[in-house]
T-cell receptor, first 116, second 111 residues
């Protein structure tokens, strides 16, 4: 079974530029998550989708971050404009569903973003 | 108070010893608990999930949950140098279902 796919793996941009990350979840997984992991910290949830609907985006900085999952499969996370403090690893994860027995989340390899 | 707390370490144990990693959480009604292993430069890998009080064993790993004390732990028996990594405790929030992670404990297993 193929895992969660993400691209690109690395991205370097200058502040105020825009950037987009792509994620394709495990086949059949209805729930998709975007996390931000700053060095030395645990992942922090940015947004959670159930199929193509948003379940939780309470910690997404909506003035600069946006995400979509239009067809309920792959997803794109965008930052515009980027700030220095956005330098982090952006992790995508997926799970079969939200019920207790289906909530195990599996992570993709992540995208390491450096903002100069 | 942080929602999920872990000692950042590093925790250093000799090869073959038992490593004990601890985690406390603040949401009393949380129901799902997870341990992830993260090697340097890699993404988190799920190693254990536990949903009810008591112990759950999987190979050299044992997860322990005590909901009354709001405490979850991970024991690694016969620790190997390949176990050297950061171990992340994650708790599923009762209201939204999202995972809340601790900052992770760095484990060093010395040959």
């Amino acid at each position: 079974e193929a895992g969660v796919a993400q691209s690109p793996r690395y991205k370097i941009i200058e502040k105020r530029q825009s950037v987009a990350f792509w994620c394709n979840p495990i086949s059949g997984h209805a729930t998709l998550y975007w996390y931000q992991q700053i060095l030395g910290q645990g992942p922090k949830l940015l947004i959670q989708f159930q199929n193509n609907g948003v379940v939780d985006d309470s910690q997404l900085p909506k003035d600069r971050f946006s995400a979509e999952r239009l067809k309920g499969v792959d997803s794109t996370l965008k930052i515009q404009p980027a700030k220095l403090e956005d330098s982090a690893v952006y992790l995508c994860a997926s799970s079969f569903g939200l019920a207790v027995s289906y909530n195990e989340q599996f992570f993709g390899p992540g995208t390491r973003l450096t903002v100069l | 108070q942080k929602e999920v707390e872990q000692n950042s370490g590093p925790l250093s144990v000799p090869e073959g010893a038992i490593a004990s990693l601890n985690c406390t959480y603040s949401d009393r009604v949380s129901q799902s608990f997870f341990w992830y292993r993260q090697y340097s430069g890699k993404s988190p890998e799920l190693i254990m999930s536990i949903y009810s009080n008591g112990d759950k064993e999987d190979g050299r790993f044992t997860a322990q949950l005590n909901k009354a004390s709001q405490y979850v732990s991970l024991l690694i028996r016969d620790s190997q140098p390949s176990d050297s990594a950061t171990y992340l405790c994650a708790v599923k929030a009762s209201n939204t279902g999202k995972l809340i992670f601790g900052q992770g404990t760095t484990l060093q297993v010395k040959p």
